[in-house]
């Protein structure tokens, strides 16, 4: 009989066996701890959304519960091809400039899969949302990282920079894509047209693919404006616009995403897609086509759903940053997404005996904090590739679409935690 060790992985997953959300979930439930880490609202969605799934449960067409088209469903894609084709300004078509994934995730999967060949470097944009490098590295791409710097004493994610010269010295030959993320996970920082004309500029000149994760588009605050990089000149061409349900209406459990792009480019992520899911469960299709119907003619409106979740979420960064500030740590205050980092220098924390493992500050920090303070959140050095995971370490992520109830709950360990300093 042969030797062969038949549990012995591909050798594309050797080193992408851990996360860092399977370490820090179990600890915020093992010590049933508040989580203001994992980036899922624990608030109900708004009730036109959760009525729309209602609806389709009792439904008596039987249709709604069958497979149904594989690129997406006709009425969702219906109504995301009129929505996109206001955001967008162009016309958008329906049945091939739009594919419908199993969230976000699976439209990232598909399109590195779809156009990656061994070598092919993608330039990402770091911190970055941290299924992109083994996501690239499955398809047989090499990662390039870019950082985006927090200026000295930064106190607003517009301090949070690109800087030109390094993003250029990235590019060569052998780029076939940039991929980055705005509204941005994990800092909020939203791209400015000068940033985006410059990657813009930048893909032109070398001709290669953008990958544009906006699952955040409309969480955006303090009159900051969402651009989306594929309605700059020359851009449409070359992009792929990936979208969140799981966002756009806090269902992350929902698990649906799409794809906008050419047609020339939808194909190929189609054909991927075609082999992964192949269809995407059609109630959930469905109940979001109606909820985006019920949305689209209040869009711009003071009646808007998204207006309505972008004000409530500034109220929520706010108050965040308030209890943050009171014991100690120095946000960043986002102007996008719903995520804030914070800078946690001044916090005195020896943990030389209590952690001594080598991983960086920040997870020893988030361990601590979990552990003995009752609050959860997530390490952001886990954003970045080994060589720049400095660049994060001394700050932790907070998540804030929480209930308020979840919040007064943390603000209450927060003030537990500032008496002791205090005495
Ligand atoms: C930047 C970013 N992209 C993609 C995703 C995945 O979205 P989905 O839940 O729709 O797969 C997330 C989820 O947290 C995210 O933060």
Known sequence: MSSRDIYKPADKLIGHDKNVWMEFTALAR???????????PDLLPAHFVSEALGR?????????????RSQGHPRLVSVLGKLY??????????????LITGGAYESLFCAFQSFLNPGDEVIIIEPF????????????????????????????TKDWVLDKEELESAFNENTRAIIFNTPHNPTGKVFSLEELQLIA????????LCISDEVYEWLVYDGAEHIRIATLPGMWERTVTIGSAGKTFSVTGWKLGWSIAPKELIKNIQTVQA????????????ALAEAFEHELPLLGTEKSYF???????QQKRDLMAKLLREVGFKPTIPEGGYFMMADTSDIDVNFDEYDKSDDPQDYKFVRWLTKEKGIAAIPPSAFYSSQHKHHGSKYIRFCFIKEDSTLQKGAKKLKEWKDEISK
Do not use: H, W
């Open 85 to 98: 084709t206001i955001l967008m300004k162009r016309e958008i078509d329906p049945l091939s400039e739009i």
């Open 56 to 68: 389709v449960a009792a439904s008596k067409n039987f249709a709604v519960n069958q497979y149904t």
């Open 307 to 313: 207006k309505e979740l972008g004000s409530m979420l």
């Open 275 to 286: 082999q992964v899911t192949y269809t995407l469960a059609t109630p959930t299709q469905e």
């Open 201 to 208: 500029d930048l893909c032109i000149k070398y001709n290669v």
């Open 30 to 40: 093992d010590y049933k701890a508040v989580n203001l880490g994992q980036g899922f």
């Open 129 to 156: 949302f941290d299924c992109y490098v083994p996501q690239i590295s499955f398809a047989g791409g090499v990662p390039k990282f870019v950082p985006i710097r927090a200026k000295e004493n930064a106190t607003s």
